[in-house]
């Protein structure tokens, strides 16, 4: 079975760091871009970054570049986010979410079910 | 990087056609053939029903079907279901590695 499981979610003061990890299992995790997606409470879903099989291609979304980093171990099968410098309205529900292929054009399939990050003081 | 525009809400009654639109720009819905829709029903994981602007992954109901004219995409649910009362995205690549959402429409079943 195809799955990916969060983990690392908590809460967290302003300014604070944390690290998310998804842990994919049931395909060959190095032959897929992964993505990272939230949802602040009440708000839509948001692309926060992408990484390619290879981590060669690395994106993010404006709101968290510079603060945010992206990562992935193949050997481990795992995706990460570390989150720098967080800040209120990081609040959200963070998925991991699988593309289609080694390439990223928003077919996400599978999502992990989610990890809760609260960044208050 | 702005949002897609979705309408906020939209209704209809069971057996009913409704059709949600998404409207961006010539950088992302119109530029590229790489639409997508996902189900989400408040607590539980989005789901996929549409990529490539009108492609049903397996599994998925050919009553939900998509389209796109210019910078609006659509998506077109008919034989309405109380089971399809939910929030419904649509999803466009804007390039170089990025994607877009849109903000979301709640589905109303009557």
Not at chain 1, 40 to 61: D, N, R, T
Not at chain 1, 72 to 99: F, G, H, I, P, W
Not at chain 2, 51 to 76: C, E, I, M, Q
């Amino acid at each position: 079975e195809v799955q990916l499981v969060e983990s690392g979610g908590g809460l967290v003061k302003p300014g604070g760091s944390l690290r998310l990890s998804c842990a994919a299992s049931g395909f060959t995790f190095s032959s897929y871009s992964m993505n990272w997606v939230r949802q602040a409470p009440g708000k839509g879903l948001e692309w926060v970054s992408s990484i390619s099989s290879s981590s060669s291609y690395i994106y993010y979304a404006d709101s968290v570049k510079g603060r945010f980093t992206i990562s992935r171990d193949n050997a481990k099968n795992s995706l990460y986010l570390q989150m720098n410098s967080l800040r209120a309205e990081d609040t959200a529900v963070y998925y991991c979410a699988r593309e289609s292929g080694d390439y990223v054009e928003g077919w996400f399939d599978p999502w992990g079910q989610g990890t809760l990050v609260t960044v208050s003081s | 990087q702005s949002a897609l525009t979705q309408p906020r809400s939209v209704s209809g009654s069971p057996g009913e056609s409704v059709t949600i639109s998404c409207t961006g720009t010539s950088s992302d819905v119109g530029g590229f053939e790489y639409v997508s829709w996902y189900q989400h029903h408040p607590g539980k994981v989005p789901k996929v029903l549409i990529y490539d602007v009108h492609k049903w992954p397996s599994g998925v109901s050919n009553r939900f079907s998509g389209s796109k004219s210019g910078n609006t995409a659509s998506l077109t649910i008919s034989g309405l279901q109380p089971e399809d009362d939910a929030y419904y995205y649509c999803c466009s690549y804007a390039g170089t590695y990025r994607v877009v959402f849109g903000g979301g429409t709640k589905l109303t079943v009557l």
